[in-house]
Each structure stands twice: as C-alpha cells, then as structure tokens.
C-alpha cells in the first residue's frame, strides 16, 4: 500500500504561483507512474501531469503545458507540481496519484483509472 498526502494549495490571485508537494510512504516502486490530476464541480477528473520515476520522463496537459511543472525527489518520497501564470480556469481540487508499475511509462495515456494509490486533493482557487 501506498499512502499519498498532498499540500501546498490554497487561494491565489490570477498569474499567481503555488507549489503543490505529495508525500509517499509505505511500498515504494521504483520504475512506477506518479501523476497530478484535477477535477472540477461537474467535470470528469483529468491528467494535469505524470512522471515515469524510471527515467524521470514527463508529461503535461495542454492547457497548462509552459506553466505547469512536475518533479520528483526519489530521496525524500515527494512529488511537487509548480503551478505558474494561474489562471481561474485552474481552480479545482488537485490529487496526487501513483500506481505499482503495472502501467510502465504509459503514465499519462492510462488517464485516472490506471492509478490505484490516492491523496486526499487539495483544494486550489484561483480569482481573477
């Protein structure tokens, strides 16, 4: 099992930044998916941005591509999300996501349902 604690958001004026962390313990997979999704009131949960910690391969969304940043620091078990240019249309609750390397560096394709290993989401509100 793995657990995923996520902080880091909060409410920010428009073409602010944050910085989102994801704290993992428990099993650790070294080449496995880690990801960032979001979901708005009445929209489906999305991708926002995966890393294959086997390589350190990313993969961004569109609509935040040249914004929007994910990392991984293996020695201290943390995924971040920097989060630059905010815009209102990126207000959603954000969770940290990871699996155990069943999807190999198929990260972003697999979308929400390929991840087995959840946050709790933290809230991100952005006004203009």
């Known amino acids: 099992q793995v657990k995923l604690v996520e902080s880091g958001g909060g409410s920010v004026q428009a073409e602010g930044s944050l910085r989102l962390s994801c704290a993992s313990s428990?099993?650790?997979?070294?080449?496995?998916?880690m990801g960032w999704f979001r979901q708005a009131p009445g929209n489906e949960r999305e991708a926002v941005a995966t890393?294959?910690?086997?390589?350190?391969?990313?993969n961004i969304a569109d609509s935040v591509k040249g914004r929007f940043a994910i990392s991984h620091d293996g020695a201290k078990n943390t995924l971040y999300l920097q989060m630059n240019r905010l815009k209102p249309e990126d207000t959603a609750m954000y969770y940290c996501?990871?699996?155990?390397?069943?999807?190999?560096?198929?990260?972003?394709?697999?979308?929400?349902?390929?991840?087995?290993?959840w946050g709790q989401g933290t809230q991100v509100t952005v006004s203009s």
């Open positions: 428990g099993d650790t997979y070294s080449r496995s998916c």
């Open positions: 890393i294959y910690t086997g390589d350190g391969s990313t």
């Open positions: 996501a990871a699996e155990d390397g069943f999807l190999g560096n198929n990260c972003y394709g697999a979308g929400p349902s390929g991840y087995n290993f």
